[in-house]
Each structure stands twice: as structure tokens, then as C-alpha cells.
């Protein structure tokens, strides 16, 4: 299995745009769940949010992007400067996205009161349409950006779905070993807070339809559902014998999909994770948060693992992150790991029965890499395997 070093990166969470901000709040095991921010949700199944706090930068590429695409530029930027890295012939850019969407907010004022035989379209509302609509709407609009921006004029390319962060990461790897680039910025952005999110993950009775003071977590006894959230992360990755001393981890990444119309089986995540265990991991699990999918998991990983392995889940305190949380567990278990501690799972006070040693309080830990998991439909699966050098 092939890997890549860490040099650089940068993020946005609901718990913080910094490492060691992200980090400390992991371990003091805060939640980042709170009704959503974003727009009046009081009439929707899942009125829960995790949603990042403050607004992006407002750059001229603001015509083009949205707000999660703006922060995607913004981590770019950083994580190059911080693996203190320049654009170039050998920058390639890879790119993950949650997938093209309509969003609802510009859709609606221009198409409510249009008739069916499209008399006077213009007057009825197409004219609130943005001149750049639908360049707003483009998948692969924010890599493209940035590598103008950042003068990355390597090989590279955007991938959709809920498991594009991964999908990303694992080109990215491959890019570098069979020569390709010489240096990859790997870039995710994912937001489920929107309205057309919210209604299909209703739809399939993923998102928690409980309030703030019933939420339970992922892997309780109570578990009913999880909290949708969002992030942008960026990560550099090199070569081993090119990093050297800037050398924060390494990492591996694998992703594949069941053809599931939900959430992946067990049997899928099984096969997934053998290509990744070296023993002796820490598991960020996929915090599904429904008894039967956590526990299935559990199992699935207990046989491969070990039934005393340490199980954590950053997803349970920002909540589920789509195509970016491959990158933002990698970011967080390097600090973490660099720490040398485990953070509890947020908000779990009654774990569920099962195997695993799930780890409720912040722990002193010896290990030296975890095996972050990620979920989504249909049927998609990412794992990634940090490592610390």
C-alpha cells in the first residue's frame, strides 16, 4: 500500500479553524450541535446543526464561489504556506466535493411563480437569477479557482460524493508515487446544513430528529441519528525522502462503495479496513449514530482489530463532515496523536454494548497512528491511516 507524507495543512470545523484549537476542544469533549445557525430550520425533521462559526474571507473569487467554497480557497492557501511551498509545473491539485446540488435559496424566489407554459419568464423571476449562476453551481469551480490562485499547474482533478475527500487523497498518493507531481494539495469542502441536504437526509432517517437536550451520540444505547455539519480542509503531501524534516505524518487512504442505496454494510467496511490495519490503531469511527449501524460496525471491526481496540469519533463532536472528513480526522489525529492523548466521544454517556473499548474520557495513549473512518450513501465508504513519523 502506498503512502505520503504530511507537510502542511489547515482547516475549517465547527470547533475551530486551528489544529491546536480543534484539538484541545476534542479532548474537553464539546459538541459543536446547536440549532442551525444557517437559516430558520424549526420546520424541518432535523433542526440540529454543526455548522462553522464566522464567514469566510470575501476575495474577487467571491463572484464565483459559495460560502464553502470560498473557505476551500482560503485552506488552500494556507496549507501550501504552511508545508512553506510555492505553486508550479509540479503542484498538483486534487480536489474532493459533496456533489453537485440545486440550491434551493436561489432556485425558489426565480422559480415559485413561473407558469407551465413559460409565458413571461424573465418578469416571473429568471431575471433574480446571478449573472454566474450557474458557474456558482460548477463541481469542479473551487479547484479550478485555486489553481489560478496558487499557480498549480499540475496534474489533478475533483471528485463527488461523500467519500471525495478520501477519493482525493488516494490520487493524490498514487500522483506522487508513480511520479506524476512532485508535491499534491489535496482540498475538501462539504456542508449538509443546506435545505436540500436536510430534506433528503430526512428522507432516509439519517439525521437526528431530537433537540439539543435528548441528542444522544454515536455508539449510545440511546443512539437515534446524527447531527449534519460542515468543513473545509487542505492537506500537502510529498514523498518521504522529499519532506524531510517537515515531515508532520504520514498518511494512507482507500475508499470503495457497496451499491447500497443508504449507508454501507459491514461486509464492505470489513474488506476496507484489512487493507489499512497494521495493529495496534486507534479507530475514529464513522458515528452513524443508529444502534444497528453502530453496532454492526463495531463488530466489523472488533474481528479485524481486536475486541479491546480504543474506538473514538470526531465526527460525533462536529458533526458528520461528507467529503471532508477523511481530511479533517487526518489533521486532528496528528496533533492528537503528537499529544499523546485520546479524545472521549462527545456527549456519550451511556455507550451501547459491544466490542471496542470506547473511550468516554480523555486518555493518555502510547499509539502511534489511527484508522479514521468515514461514511455516506449510496454505499460509500473512505478510511484513511495516519502515522505519526
Not at 455507550?351 to 484508522?371: F, N, W
Amino acid at each position: 500500500m502506498s503512502r505520503a507524507t504530511i507537510s502542511g495543512f489547515a482547516l475549517r470545523t465547527p470547533l475551530g479553524g486551528h489544529v491546536e484549537e480543534v484539538a484541545r476542544r476534542l479532548l474537553a469533549g464539546e459538541r459543536a450541535a446547536r440549532p442551525n445557525p444557517r437559516f430558520d430550520a424549526t420546520s424541518y425533521a432535523c433542526t440540529l446543526a454543526a455548522a462553522i462559526l464566522g464567514e469566510p474571507e470575501q476575495p474577487r473569487q467571491r463572484r464565483f464561489l459559495r460560502r464553502m467554497g470560498l473557505f476551500a480557497l482560503e485552506v488552500a492557501t494556507e496549507a501550501l504556506a504552511h508545508a512553506r511551498l510555492a505553486g508550479g509545473d509540479r503542484l498538483g491539485l486534487f480536489f474532493g466535493y459533496g456533489g453537485l446540488r440545486a440550491h434551493w435559496n436561489d432556485m425558489m424566489p426565480a422559480l415559485e411563480h413561473q407558469q407551465a407554459n413559460a409565458d413571461d419568464a424573465w418578469e416571473r423571476g429568471l431575471k433574480l437569477f446571478h449573472p454566474f449562476w450557474m458557474l456558482q453551481h460548477l463541481s469542479n469551480n473551487a479547484q479550478a479557482l485555486a489553481a489560478q490562485e496558487l499557480s498549480a499547474r499540475g496534474e489533478g482533478v475533483t471528485f463527488g460524493g461523500a467519500n471525495a475527500g478520501a477519493q482525493a487523497l488516494g490520487a493524490a498518493i498514487h500522483a506522487l508515487e508513480v511520479g506524476a507531481v512532485d508535491a499534491a494539495l489535496v482540498v475538501a469542502h462539504d456542508t449538509l446544513l443546506e435545505p436540500e441536504t436536510l430534506v433528503e437526509l430526512a428522507a432516509r432517517g439519517a439525521a437526528t430528529t431530537r433537540g439539543a437536550e435528548r441528542l444522544a451520540a454515536p455508539y449510545a444505547e440511546d443512539a437515534a441519528g446524527f447531527v449534519p455539519g460542515e468543513a473545509a480542509a487542505a492537506l500537502v503531501l510529498e514523498r518521504p525522502s522529499d519532506a524531510g524534516a517537515r515531515s508532520l505524518a504520514s498518511i494512507e487512504a482507500v475508499d470503495t462503495a457497496d451499491g447500497a442505496a443508504g449507508e454501507p454494510g459491514a461486509a464492505v467496511l470489513g474488506k476496507l479496513v484489512e487493507r489499512l490495519l497494521r495493529g495496534n490503531e486507534v479507530i475514529d469511527g464513522a458515528g452513524r449514530a443508529t444502534l444497528e449501524l453502530d453496532f454492526a460496525e463495531r463488530a466489523c471491526l472488533a474481528e479485524r482489530a481486536g475486541p479491546s481496540a480504543a474506538l473514538c469519533c470526531t465526527l460525533s463532536a462536529m458533526g458528520q463532515l461528507g467529503a471532508a472528513a477523511a481530511l479533517v480526522q487526518a489533521i486532528a489525529f496528528s496533533e492528537l496523536l503528537r499529544r499523546q492523548m485520546l479524545p472521549p466521544i462527545a456527549g456519550l454517556r451511556h455507550p451501547a454494548d459491544g466490542p471496542l473499548r470506547v473511550i468516554t474520557q480523555p486518555e493518555p495513549t502510547l499509539a502511534r497512528s489511527v484508522l479514521g473512518i468515514s461514511t455516506g450513501a449510496p454505499g460509500l465508504v473512505g478510511i484513511v491511516r495516519v502515522e505519526l513519523p
